[in-house]
C-alpha cells in the first residue's frame, strides 16, 4: 500500500512526506526494506541517518549530501545540481540553528532570520533556484529517514527544520519512520505543548500506520523461539511438558505484541541456553524467567527477594504464625514495579509458581528440578551450577556406573567427593539428591551397597543429627542395604562385618523408620538380625546396659516376636543382681527432639511400655521402693544432665509403681 501511494506521485509534484508509524519493534525497518523492494525502478533513493549527526549543522550537512548521492552526475543538469546543492548547504545550514520552534512554519519569518543573518543575502532565492534545478531534472527522489525517535529532543527539532526548511524541493520526497508516542514525549520535553499533533501533521502529510500483529503471528513466532532451542538443545519433551509448552506459548503470544520483541526473546533465550545444562533445570521455567528477564527487568530483580513468599504465598508474621498472601496482594506488589504487562507478568509468576493464582486461576503444573524448588532455585539466576551445588547430570550418571558395576568411574568419583565434602551443607545436598534418584528403585547392586559402606567409614564418628550429611547418609544406606537384603546380593554377615554391632543397631532402627518399605518387608529385613540381640538380652542385659543398647535391643525384639517375647526378660538378672535395677530404669529415658521455629528443643521421655514389659509388676513393687525419692512433677524434663536424668528416671520409676 505504501509502495502504490509512492509510485503514484507523478514527476515535478511538490515535496511530499510520507511516514511510517509504528511503536519501537514493531517491523518499520522490515516495511521500509519491503516498500523499498515494491517500489518503481525509477525512484532515486537515497538514505538519511539523522541520529549520525553531530550536531545541527552536521544534520542539514547530513541530510544534503542524502539528497546529493540520490542523484549521480551523468550529464550537464545533473552536475549543475550537484553543485547548486552545494552552494545550498554552505548558505542555509549555518543558520538553521537560529530558526525558532515557533516561528519554523511562518515563511516570512524564516526568511527575515535569514536575510538578517547571512547580510540580506536572498536565501529565498538560492532555495528557488535549487528547486528549478531539482524540477527540471525530471527524477523522483525518495529520501528514507528511519529511527528518528531515537534523535533526542534537540535533534529531533534539527531534523524537522531541516525537512520543512532545507529539503521541500519538487520530486524530492520522504518516507520516515518514528513512534509517535515517542516524538510527542520529545516535543513535550521541548515546551512543543498543545500542538503537538498539529506540529506533527504539518511535517506529515500522509502517515501509515502499522497494523498490530496478528494473534496467530504472535502465537507461531513464541512456539517458533521455543522450537529453536529445543532443536539446538536436543531437549524432548515429555508428553506432560508437551502440555506446560503449549500453556507456556498461550502466555508469551498475547504478551509479546512486536516482531522485535519476538525477536529479542528468542535471541536472549537462545544466548542464556548456552550456558545452562538442561538436565540440571527445567526448560520451559528457563524460558518463562527469561522472559522476565527480557521484558520485565524490574520485576526479575525483584524476584530472587521474594523467594520464600512466592514459593509458599505466606510471610511470616511471627514464629508461630505465617500469613497467607493474597492475590489482590500479589498484583499491587508486581504493578508497583512498573511492569510492561501486568496480566503476562502474573501468569508467568502463577505458571511457575503453584501458589500464584491469577483471576482465581493457577497456571502451574508439577514437574522436576522447577524454579519453585529451593534447591533448584538459585540455578535459574547464576545461569550454571555453583561450586557449593551439585549437579543432577554428575548424581544420575554416578549412580547408573555404580548400578552396572563400574564402582571406579569419573562420575563416580566426583560423586564421592562431593559427598565425602567438608562442607556439610553440600555433602548433605549430595546424599539427598542421590537418595531422591534411588529412592523408587526396587533393586541395587553389590558395587553400590560398598560405595556407601566406604562413605560412611569416611563419617565415621559423625553424629547423625537432624540436616547434617550423616543423618541422610544413614536414611540412604538402610534403603540400599534393605534393598540388597531383599533381593539376595547382600547378607546379613556382610553387615554386621561392614557396620559392627552399633552400625547395625542403628541400621536396623533407619530401616524400621522408611515408610517407603512393606511392613512384611520390614519384619523380614529385622528378623534376619534378630538370633544376636535376642541372646544378649537373655544372656548379658548388664552389658548391654553397659553399652547403652539395652532399651534398643528390646525395642527390637519387641518389634520382630511382639511385647509378650520380652515380658519379664529382665526378672533373671535383676534377681541375681538387684542393685542393677537403678541402671536399668535409667536406661529406658530417651532424649525426644521437637523441632520448631525456634530451633531445636530436647525433652526427656520415659520408655514406660517397655519398661512394664520387661521388668514384671511383681519384681517392679519390690525393687522400686530401692529407689531414690523424686517427684515427676518437680523435674525439669528439658534439663538434660546426668543429674537431673536419673531423678527424672527414678521419679518415672515411681510414679509407674
Known sequence: MVADQLNSVSVGRSSTVFGLVGPWGSGKTSVLNMVRQSLSADWNIADFSPWAAPDSKGLAFEFLASLASAIRPSDQKARAWKKSIASYAQLGTPFLDLVPVV????????????????????????????????????????????????????????????VRLLGRFPNVHYLIAYDQGTIEDLLNSQQVHGQRASFMEKIVQYPFELPAMAAVDRRRMAREALESVLLSKRITLSDDDQARASEL?????????????????????????????????????????????????????????????????????????????????????????????????????????????????????????????????????????????????????????????????????????????????????????SLEFRRSSTSTARELVEFLFARLQKRRGEEASFGSPAAVLW?????????????????????????????????????????????????????????????????????????????????????????????????????????????????????????????????????????????SAELRRELVVTLPTADLEHVDDEDLSPENRERFAMAAARRVG
Do not use: C
Not at 123 to 133: I, R
Not at 514 to 523: F, G
Open 103 to 162: 516561528g519554523l512554519f511562518a515563511s516570512r519569518s524564516v526568511d527575515r532570520a535569514l536575510g538578517m543573518v547571512a547580510g540580506g543575502k536572498p536565501w529565498k532565492a538560492e532555495f528557488d533556484a535549487v528547486s528549478k534545478l531539482t524540477k527540471d531534472l525530471g527524477k523522483r527522489v525518495l529520501i528514507i529517514a528511519d529511527d528518528i525517535d531515537r534523535l533526542d529532543s534537540e535533534e529531533l527539532l534539527g531534523f524537522l527544520k531541516v
Open 249 to 433: 506459548i498461550g502466555i508469551l503470544g498475547p504478551a509479546m505484541t512486536t516482531p522485535r520483541s519476538h525477536a529479542r526473546f528468542g535471541e536472549q533465550l537462545l544466548a542464556y541456553s548456552s550456558t545452562v545444562n538442561f538436565r540440571e533445570v527445567d526448560f520451559l521455567d528457563f524460558a518463562a524467567l527469561t522472559y522476565i528477564r527480557v521484558v520485565e527487568h524490574a520485576l526479575f530483580d525483584s524476584i530472587p527477594g521474594w523467594e520464600q513468599e512466592l514459593r509458599t504465598s505466606t510471610r511470616t508474621a511471627d514464629v508461630f504464625e505465617a500469613q497467607k498472601i493474597k492475590e489482590a496482594e500479589w498484583i499491587d506488589r508486581v504493578g508497583k514495579g512498573a511492569v510492561a504487562d501486568l496480566k503476562a507478568a502474573m501468569k508467568i509468576l502463577s505458571f511457575l509458581f503453584p501458589s500464584i493464582t491469577y483471576e482465581g486461576l493457577t497456571y502451574h503444573a508439577d514437574h522436576v528440578r522447577g524454579l519453585n524448588e529451593e534447591k533448584y532455585f538459585e540455578r535459574y539466576f547464576v545461569l550454571g551450577i555453583a561450586s557449593n551445588d551439585v549437579e543432577d547430570e554428575l548424581v544420575e550418571q554416578a549412580l547408573v556406573d555404580l548400578a552396572d558395576g563400574e564402582d571406579g568411574s569419573e562420575a563416580v568419583q566426583g560423586l564421592a567427593s562431593k559427598l565425602d565434602a567438608a562442607s556439610p551443607d553440600l555433602a548433605a545436598l549430595a546424599y539427598e539428591k
Open 475 to 615: 536414611r540412604w544406606v538402610a534403603h540400599e542395604i534393605g534393598l540388597g537384603l531383599v533381593g539376595g546380593v547382600l547378607q546379613p554377615a556382610r553387615v554386621e562385618e561392614a557396620l559392627g554391632e552399633d552400625g547395625t543397631m542403628q541400621f536396623l532402627l533407619q530401616h524400621n523408620r522408611d515408610r517407603s518399605v512393606s511392613k512384611e518387608e520390614r519384619a523380614k529385613i529385622l528378623g534376619m538380625f534378630v538370633p544376636p540381640f535376642e541372646r544378649r538380652v537373655k544372656d548379658d542385659p548388664a552389658g548391654l546396659l553397659k553399652e547403652q543398647k539395652l532399651r534398643i535391643s528390646l525395642a527390637l525384639l519387641a518389634k520382630v516376636n511382639g511385647t509378650a517375647s520380652i515380658n519379664g526378660v529382665l526378672d533373671r538378672a535383676l534377681r541375681a543382681t538387684p542393685g542393677l535395677f537403678a541402671e536399668v530404669v535409667e536406661a529406658f529415658v530417651w532424649v525426644q527432639e521437637w523441632v520448631g521455629a525456634g530451633g531445636v528443643s530436647p525433652e526427656l521421655t520415659f520408655d514406660e511400655e517397655l519398661y512394664t514389659a520387661s521388668v
